[in-house]
């Protein structure tokens, strides 16, 4: 029997083709479902035909009647059936029924079958299956849920009631109808209150009475309580039902049973009681904290959480604590201070996994516990604790996720709070998180937390060093990333938040590492800081908007103006508390633009004064650090407007803080703008008059420049500004000398001025003055300041006023330097001033002590100048007035007779005094002028120098002894000079009486010193060994003629000599050629030193004439001149009469040798020390 067949047997008396569709009869499918002799098998087979067969069911629906008792006997089946797979096919059958008739009605229709089947006597001992279609046909039609709140809310009353039957598996379907019911926010609207009240009661009351291993109802009741914790009012009306066990349906409080859930073993259990907890917080955190914290519930999460547990627990673990934290009362009781070692091992667990979201959770969770938790209670008592959290959030903060790094981040910025450090502090694992952060995060924080000031001010003495290390370290970071990094995302978009952290942190660092602070801040306002937080200002916070940010910067401004202030020497200590007030006062109220402050600087009532004040020490400081707010010549012009401004307005000076920065933004913007008028130089020099205070300081510069720019002020304040600039005395830096010197080489007026401040009486001022003057001469061109016809004048000048005043101060030596260098460069330009002054400094001689060997030492210097100089027919009386000055022949003697020490002032003096009696000797013997006294030198002491002691004496002062033999050897016979030496008191041998006062071995011990002072590289003692060389050939053929052949020109060293000076370098050497030259002459003949004179020859043809240098050109010259003259063999002469030629067709060159050379302190005319045709 086919399937079919079970279904068309005759059942019905209307049996036939009218109700048979594809086999089956439908009205025998009606009828057979109310008979109780047909099987439940026939009765399922017919269902499962009716679900297969759509065109049964169109037949079915066609009758109303028929329709409505074939869904009546399926209802009565769904109550009374036994057979689990009759029901089933039951709930189908009537399920696709509404499906295929959606019609209201039909719904009402069921429901009303539902409630009075339930009302009815012994109706609920079928209620499972009702119940179970129930929530079926709610999951096929949801909008079933508010029929069932509103006009049926009687069928959810029943169901309701269902909960009180001791069927685990009815309580489980009821749960399910409600899941349903609360899952629409639309039906919760209609449900009355007494029912929403009911319900809570009922649910609490069978979760309280519910085993805690039942997990059939457990689970479905507590999903239904999560549902409706959806609800802000359930919430509430869940939270107050408190204990209610006297009541007819006993109940615990909704916490104590989320607990007991707790404690259960299921981990989905587990999950649903910490999402209602969850559910039941995120309405109101504040209201019902405190409720589970005193049921103990965050020491069972903790837990759960330490037991080891799923993903989807553990963020909602997570996820619950953070809730939980909101509240003053977590922290309390302790609970985070338990919890953080299991925390802390739980994300170290969870960073080893790839759940991010988890992994950002417990972030999350750490940085609420280290934000909240009271700074009186420490969370790492020890440092392995605080070693663990960080070493958690160095592996956060590496993450490829930018989220959990973020949190991980955010963490570690409260982490450096003090609170949070151990004791003793661990530096080095601050730096290691910072290091990661760093590292990590460029373009999203700043680590550096403000907080942390504090933490780093009361740290342990004993940490001192590695806490400095931390602080450079973090003030690095700053500069190399945060800086960077906030910088550019302020020039995308500017971030009141971000900026006032930034600037925040910024302002931590001056207390963080406040020596580190002046090149900090000096690279701040050079990056244009000052710019940027002015602009941020008036973008930012005009017309009283984000006061929090206003407050900021302007601290941040402060602190940064103040330091660079500090640490300038141009500011006093007056000054900084003057500048501190006015940014005070008129920082918070500066929110214009940049562009706007030209009109403020002028336009603005005197009553704001100190705004203007404001403005002009920001334009100071940034321009001074190369930051320009607004261009040179509108800075300029504001500031002389502002001047005059200020003149007309009150009579009342300008503070000096306030002139000395308009002075500086005046002297650095004029090289742009043309030349003050009379008026505005007027206007500058009234400002400055009203000022004397402002010469207490040390002026920049610029400022220096400008004023000795314009005569008017040079004249009127030149003196005391310098005066300002020098007093510090032995402070003064080589940068500084640098800065003085660049100002006297710039501008000559300056130079009298500091002539004036170093020849006041003994000062700070004066002693570094004369330091500065010192460094000056050393370096300075004496044309330069000669061709300053009236520069020179006045200095002069000054100086005749100080000798008359018999003023000996250290300034004098100076001032006598100075004049030294004037007239070195004056040759044929005296007049009757120079003569006076030669007399004064005469004079001076004979008041002076050879222990003053300063002064001296200038003295002899200058008079040694003024007699190289002096024009020729005034030098008989120069010679005569200083040839009768006892006293200064008195101390020429008396430094001569002592041995020079190794000091260069000593050595200095010995040097001038050589060449000073050498000059006098000169005069003395070319005027046969008389002699006072005579000067007594132990000549065979300067020989020995010469011989024995070249290598431990000064170059210099070798030159001055070997130009002195010189003198002596020229003159013969000297009224001036008595050579006393003890050696020559005894009676002479002819050769050596004939030698006098050098005798036979002094001449050779002489040529041997001359021959090696020739070897050397230094030009001067080449040259005055040559010359001196010549003078000592002269005084033999003077003396005795024979021996100047076989002392010098027959001397196998004579040759090697000459050998060595024309092959040094392969270039051809005055030297050489002058040597030669001498050689020839006294040799009579060119026979001997044919070979040398040919080889010049070659030299200098394959150079070629024109190239050679102007004193070759000379020597060359006089060379060849001697040779012709000397009977060479007639090709030689040829070859010599052809270059002399060549020599004669170029233009004359500047022969004058009368320039002077300053060596240190010494002057030194180089026509003493270059060997003329007098000598050849």
């Not at 999951?139 to 269902?162: F, G």
């Not at 006098?920 to 005579?934: E, G, I, P, R, T």
């Amino acid at each position: 029997m086919s399937s079919s067949d079970v279904i068309c047997e005759r059942i019905h008396d209307g049996h036939g083709p009218r109700w048979e569709r594809g086999g089956i009869c439908v009205a025998c499918v009606v009828d057979m479902m109310d008979r109780s002799d047909v099987s439940a098998v026939r009765k399922r087979a017919a269902l499962v035909a009716v679900m297969r067969v759509a065109a049964v069911r169109e037949l079915l629906y066609c009758e109303e009647e028929r329709k409505i008792n074939f869904i009546s006997s399926l209802l009565r089946t769904l109550f009374n059936a036994v057979d689990s797979s009759l029901l089933d096919q039951t709930v189908q059958v009537l399920l696709q029924m509404t499906l295929d008739i959606p019609n209201q009605g039909l719904m009402l229709f069921i429901l009303d079958q539902i409630h009075s089947r339930w009302t009815d006597v012994g109706g609920l001992k079928a209620s499972l299956s009702s119940l179970t279609f129930l929530g079926k046909l709610l999951d096929a039609h949801p909008a079933l849920s508010q029929t069932l709140t509103s006009s049926r809310s009687r069928v959810l009353e029943c169901v309701c009631a269902a909960l009180l039957l001791s069927d685990e598996e009815v309580k489980v379907a009821v749960c399910y109808v409600l899941l349903r019911i609360w899952s629409s926010a639309a039906a919760i609207q209609m449900l009355p209150d007494t029912l929403r009240q009911r319900m809570c009661v009922l649910l609490l009351h069978t979760l309280s009475n519910t085993h805690t291993t039942a997990l059939t109802c457990q689970l479905p009741g507590t999903s239904v309580v999560k549902q409706m914790c959806q609800y802000s009012e359930v919430v509430c009306v869940l939270m107050n039902l408190q204990d209610g066990t006297e009541d007819p349906l006993p109940y615990q409080p909704l916490p104590l049973i989320l607990k007991k859930l707790l404690l259960s073993a299921q981990d989905s259990l587990q999950v649903v009681s910490v999402r209602c907890v969850c559910a039941v917080l995120i309405h109101a955190p504040r209201r019902f904290t405190a409720a589970f914290i005193q049921a103990d519930l965050p020491e069972f999460l903790l837990e759960v959480m330490s037991s080891g547990c799923s993903d989807v627990l553990l963020w909602s673990v997570f996820s619950c604590l953070l809730l939980l934290s909101e509240d003053p009362l977590f922290f309390s009781q302790c609970h985070a201070v338990y919890g953080m070692e299991p925390l802390v091992r739980c994300l170290k667990e969870t960073l080893g996994k790839s759940n991010t979201e988890v992994q950002k959770q417990g972030l999350e969770l750490l940085l609420a516990i280290l934000d909240r938790q009271p700074a009186a209670v420490h969370l790492f008592p020890t440092a392995s604790e605080f070693t663990a959290v960080c070493d958690v959030i160095v592996e956060a903060v590496a993450t490829s996720c930018l989220q959990v790094s973020m949190c991980a981040v955010r963490a570690a910025a409260v982490l450096l709070r003090p609170n949070h450090q151990s004791s003793p502090v661990q530096y080095s694992d601050v730096r290691r998180v910072v290091e990661a952060v760093m590292s990590k995060c460029r373009l999203q924080v700043c680590v550096c937390e403000p907080a942390l000031t504090d933490g780093v001010c009361s740290a342990p003495a004993q940490q001192q060093e590695t806490l400095e290390s931390v602080c450079v370290f973090l003030l690095h970071c700053c500069d190399t990333t945060c800086i960077p990094a906030v910088t550019g995302m302020c020039e995308r978009v500017s971030s009141p938040q971000t900026l006032q952290l930034f600037l925040s942190a910024l302002s931590c660092q001056f207390a963080l590492c406040p020596a580190h602070m002046t090149s900090f801040s000096k690279k701040l306002a050079a990056s244009g800081f000052i710019r940027l937080t002015v602009d941020s200002k008036a973008q930012l916070c005009s017309g009283n908007r984000n006061t929090s940010l206003n407050q900021t910067c302007c601290d941040f401004l402060l602190k940064l103006c103040m330091c660079l202030i500090s640490n300038t020497d141009s500011w006093t200590h007056d000054d900084l508390q003057d500048v501190q007030l006015v940014l005070q006062e008129s920082l918070p109220s500066l929110c214009c633009r940049v562009s706007d402050w030209p009109s403020l600087l002028t336009d603005i009532p005197q009553s704001l004064r100190n705004a203007q004040y404001c403005l002009i020490h920001l334009l100071h400081l940034s321009l001074q650090h190369g930051d320009r707010f607004l261009c040179d010549s509108a800075v300029f012009s504001c500031m002389l407007r502002f001047i005059t401004c200020v003149q007309d307005q009150c009579a009342n000076a300008l503070p000096a803080s306030v002139l000395s920065s308009v002075l500086y933004l005046l002297s650095v913007t004029h090289h742009g703008s043309p030349r003050l008028d009379t008026v505005s130089v007027s206007v500058v020099s009234k400002a400055l008059s009203s000022c004397p205070p402002l010469f207490s300081r040390a002026l920049p510069l610029p400022v220096l420049s400008f004023i000795f720019q314009y005569p008017e002020l040079s004249e009127r304040f030149g003196a005391a500004a310098l005066t300002g600039r020098l007093c510090r005395g032995s402070e003064a830096g080589q940068e500084e000398v640098r800065e003085l010197l660049e100002l006297l080489h710039t501008h000559p007026a300056a130079l009298l001025n500091m002539l004036v401040v170093a020849c006041e009486a003994e000062t700070a001022a004066s002693h570094s003055a004369i330091g500065v003057l010192r460094c000056f001469l050393s370096s300075v061109d004496g044309v330069a300041i000669s061709r300053t016809s009236d520069l020179s004048d006045q200095i002069r000048l000054a100086l005749m006023n100080v000798l008359q005043r018999h003023t000996h101060t250290d300034g004098l030596s100076v001032l006598l330097d100075v004049l030294s260098v004037i007239q070195s460069h004056l040759s044929g330009q005296m007049n009757h001033t120079d003569f006076k002054l030669l007399y004064h400094v005469s004079n001076l001689v004979g008041k002076m002590d050879s222990s003053d060997s300063e002064l001296l030492l200038s003295v002899f210097n200058c008079l040694y100048c003024f007699l190289c100089v002096c024009p020729s027919h005034a030098t008989d009386r120069a010679a005569s007035l200083l040839l009768g000055n006892v006293r200064l022949l008195e101390l020429l003697e008396e430094v001569l007779s002592s041995s020079p020490s190794s000091s260069s002032s000593s050595s200095s003096l010995h040097c001038s005094s050589l060449l000073l009696l050498s000059s006098l000797m000169l005069l003395q013997h070319k005027h046969a002028a008389q002699v006072q006294k005579s000067v007594s030198v132990d000549l065979h002491q300067i020989l020995r120098r010469l011989a024995f002691s070249k290598r431990h004496t000064d170059a210099l002062l070798l030159v001055c002894s070997v130009r002195f033999v010189q003198v002596c050897l020229d003159v013969d016979e000297s009224a001036l000079v008595c050579v006393c030496d003890a050696a020559l008191q005894r009676p002479l041998q002819t050769e050596d009486g004939a030698l006098h006062p050098l005798g036979h071995s002094g001449a050779a011990s002489l040529v041997t010193a001359l021959s090696a002072l020739m070897l050397q590289k230094q030009d001067l003692q080449v040259s005055a060994a040559l010359n001196c060389l010549t003078s000592l050939m002269g005084f033999l053929r003077r003396r005795s003629p024979e021996s100047v052949q076989h002392t010098v020109v027959h001397q196998p060293w004579t040759r090697f000599l000459l050998f060595s000076l024309l092959s040094c370098d392969g270039s051809l050497k005055p030297a050489a050629l002058q040597l030669l030259t001498l050689l020839v002459r006294f040799s009579g003949s060119v026979s001997r030193w044919k070979t040398e004179v040919q080889s010049v020859c070659e030299k200098v043809e394959r150079r070629g004439v024109t190239n050679l240098t102007d004193h070759s050109k000379h020597t060359l010259r006089t060379m060849l001149t001697q040779c012709c003259a000397a009977s060479p063999p007639e090709d030689l002469r040829m070859r010599m009469d052809a270059l002399l030629e060549s020599l004669n067709h170029l233009p004359p060159s500047d022969a004058s040798s009368r320039h002077m050379l300053r060596v240190g302190r010494v002057s030194v005319c180089l026509s003493d020390l270059t060997a003329g045709p007098q000598y050849l």
